[in-house]
């Protein structure tokens, strides 16, 4: 839950709370990162190419149909390994961190994290995006730079700040 503290020079109180990651969020991240990135786009790309080679098929071009193999299973693949390469990188994050948990600290000025791997603080204008999602939230810095937060522990006044400072800083808000 959140805790408040009194502002520093009577502002408002930062907002604080504490995250508790686990192998399921990891699942629950890279999913929600790969089908934000990729997703309906790339099921749509994935279906026509499948659908390029089966009219290929149908004729006598076979160097068309063999081309179109190829590069329909390198694009699955690429799309798979996004998935995976985020995935493991997720709980390779997990398992660095004892415990497996993070306190966040917002501020109008910034977002700051602190786990037992140190400890950060970024302005909120560095923020580029926020991918709301019901089981969880994206926050991302960058591309393929990004920081997650299971709902379940999201408090209501810490979405609504960030949403807040997001928009104001021409941060995307989906």
């Keep these: ?21 686990t192998k399921e969020h990891c699942l ?19 279906a026509i190419g499948s659908g390029l ?7 006598p071009y076979r160097w068309i149909e063999i ?14 390994a996004y998935f995976f390469i985020h995935w493991i990188r997720a709980r390779q994050g997990l398992a660095a961190l004892d415990p497996p948990e993070s ?7 910034q977002i700051a994290q602190r786990s037992s791997l140190g400890e950060s603080a970024i ?13 969880l939230w994206i926050l991302v810095w960058g591309k393929d730079v990004y920081s997650t937060i299971p709902t379940a522990h999201l ?6 700040l960030i949403e807040r400072r997001a928009r104001e800083t021409g ?4």
């Design 103 to 109: 306190t966040w600290t917002l501020t109008e000025e």
């Design 123 to 135: 302005a909120w204008p560095s923020l580029l995006g926020v991918w709301r999602f019901p089981d």
């Design 53 to 59: 080679l089966a009219l290929a098929t149908q004729g």
């Design 67 to 80: 081309a179109l193999m190829i590069a329909v299973g390198v694009f699955a693949l690429i799309g798979a």
């Design 28 to 46: 629950a991240a890279a999913w929600r990162y790969w089908q934000r990135r990729l997703g309906y786009r790339y099921a749509l790309e994935l």
């Design 1 to 21: 839950m959140a805790e408040e503290r009194a502002g520093a020079g009577g502002g408002p109180a930062p907002i604080v709370f504490t995250v508790r990651y």
């Design 171 to 174: 941060a995307v808000v989906k």
């Design 155 to 160: 408090p209501r006044d810490a979405r609504a």
